[in-house]
Every structure is written in C-alpha cells, then in structure tokens.
C-alpha cells in the first residue's frame, strides 16, 4: 500500500514541530496528526496506513491513536461497506482548544477572587494590578466567546 495523500515534506515537519509543542505531544502523535491535516478531501486515514507511511509498529501507532482520540485531536468511523477505522482531524479542534482556554482564564478569575476574600491586609499597588489583570481575562474570555460562536 502506498500513500495515499499528498503531503509537502517542508509543511509536514513544521507541522510536526508546531503541533508536538502546542499539544504537547509525543513525536509519532505529532506525524499521525499532522499527516491528517493533509487529508484535505475529508477520505480518511486508516489505521495500517499510519503503521506503513511512518514504519512505525502497530502498538506505537496504537498508543498514539488512543492519545489523539482522548484529546480530541481526531475523530474515527467506520465506513458502511468496511471494516477498518478511518481516521480524521477533528474539525471542531479549534472551538475544542479555545474552550479549554476560556475554562482555565475563569478558573484564574475565581481564584484570583478567592484570594483576594482571604487576605486580610490591602495592597492598593497589588490590587491595582490585579485589576487590570482580572479586566484583560475577563475581555479576552468575551472575544474569544464571541469568536467561538461564529465556528
């Protein structure tokens, strides 16, 4: 079997570097995701192809698979007429991503408040700053409220 996506060597392993930073990943979870952005046409990837393409063994390809599904990096499905596994980039990674962001700035936002209630001194210089720090969460969680609806 051969490849069956068209794939640029030079994008591919910025790809790889970029994604394996941003997501933390490990680096065959990086390929097998950045291999899938390829995967324009929306026909798939499936699981020995992985296994083929990256000469990788299939308990490696295996993990990999299993960690970018947990993250929802990707989505799988079989198709009708097959057995095997087809494999995609999750479309709805973004909004995924930026969900996750707006949780942790409010997370930030009440243990900001939660701190401030227990301390017992002011600090105007402090309390100051945090202020601007709490505005800046709290305007960046509406722009990117915002932006999320339009995905």
């Known amino acids: 079997m051969k490849q069956t996506l068209e794939v640029d060597e030079k994008i591919f392993q910025e790809a790889v570097r970029f994604y394996g930073n941003i997501f933390n990943l490990p680096p065959l979870a990086s390929k097998i995701y950045s291999y899938l952005i390829f995967d324009f046409n929306k026909v798939g990837i499936t699981f020995d192809e ?29 198709k ?43 600090h105007n210089e402090v309390d100051e700053k945090n202020e601007a720090y709490q505005e800046l969460l709290n305007k960046s969680i509406i722009n990117i409220q915002e932006s999320l609806n339009k995905l």
Do not use: G, H, P, W
């Open 50 to 78: 992985f296994v083929e393409v990256f000469s990788a063994s299939k308990s490696s390809v295996s993990t990999s698979i299993c960690l970018l599904l947990n993250i929802q990096l990707i989505v799988d499905l079989n």
């Open 80 to 122: 009708i007429d097959q057995r095997k596994r087809y494999f995609f980039a999750n479309d709805d990674y973004k909004k995924i991503r930026f969900e996750k962001i707006v949780q942790k700035m409010k997370d930030e936002l009440k243990l900001m408040d939660e701190l401030k209630k227990f301390r017992k001194i002011d």
